[in-house]
């Protein structure tokens, strides 16, 4: 029930377009749904992060949606550029003394071409 | 300082061996979190602290992993008889609230 599945595990994309990775959780107690974006040899580092009383968070070119009843919730990249090339992670966690305990997806490797 | 920062960044350790890991906050940021991340995988939680306090350990943990944050500021990730399977690149991050916003590069791990 601790499960957060991500997918896909790897997605191509040209300069422009949107690429966008799902997650799907199971516990619903989760309450905070944070996305990280990972560079190589480099920690991972919070992109954006919603919570279940809003459907939809924008921030610049990167938007989360969130189904509640679906326990899904998924990253968008408008306008990706190679620059947005990294490894992306979804977390979930719990409020209270346990916001500091995430549960990660398995990851999606992104390549945007230029 | 801008960001979290670990030392070593990496250690070579034969098996059965103490190995004990650095890290340094954002200095203002009262939470400390430490992760294990092996390759492919999301970060895995081992536990985290709140000023001094460890307020969550990972039940994955054994005896043979602790951790300490004396006076809120640093902190220290110690394993004892390390293991194969302690293999693995381990995180640390600090936030003021919420989750870990910002991780440091890691220190990776290998026993042999």
């Known amino acids: 029930q601790q499960q957060v599945k991500q997918s896909p595990q790897s997605l191509i994309v040209q300069k422009g377009g949107i690429p966008i990775i799902n997650c799907a959780y199971e516990?619903?107690?989760?309450?905070?749904f944070p996305w990280y974006q990972q560079f190589p040899g480099k920690g991972p580092a919070l992109l954006i992060a919603?919570?279940?009383?809003?459907s939809e968070k924008k921030e610049g070119r990167f938007t989360i949606s969130f189904n509640k009843s679906a326990k899904q919730f998924s990253l968008h990249i408008m306008d990706s550029q190679p620059g947005d090339s990294a490894t992306y992670f979804c977390?979930?966690?719990?409020?209270?003394?346990?916001?500091?305990?995430?549960?990660f997806g398995q990851g999606t490797i992104l390549t945007v071409h230029p | 300082d801008t960001g979290v920062s670990q030392d070593p960044r990496h250690k070579i350790t034969k098996r059965g061996q103490n190995v004990t890991f650095r890290c340094d906050p954002i200095?203002?940021?009262?939470?400390l979190y430490w992760y294990r991340q092996t390759l492919g995988q999301g970060p895995e939680f081992l536990t985290y602290?709140?000023?001094?306090?460890?307020?969550?350990k990972s039940r994955l943990l054994s005896d043979r992993f602790s951790a300490e944050r004396p006076k809120g500021s640093f902190s220290t990730l110690e394993i004892q008889r390390t293991e194969q399977g302690d293999s693995a690149m381990y995180l640390c991050?600090?936030?003021f609230g919420l989750g870990p916003g910002f991780f440091g590069p890691g220190t990776r791990l290998t026993v042999l």
């Open positions: 991050a600090s936030s």
């Open positions: 516990n619903t107690a989760f309450d905070y």
């Open positions: 919603i919570r279940p009383d809003v």
């Open positions: 977390a979930a966690s719990k409020s209270g003394t346990s916001y500091g305990k995430l549960t």
């Open positions: 200095s203002e940021h009262n939470r």
């Open positions: 602290f709140q000023n001094e306090a460890q307020l969550e």
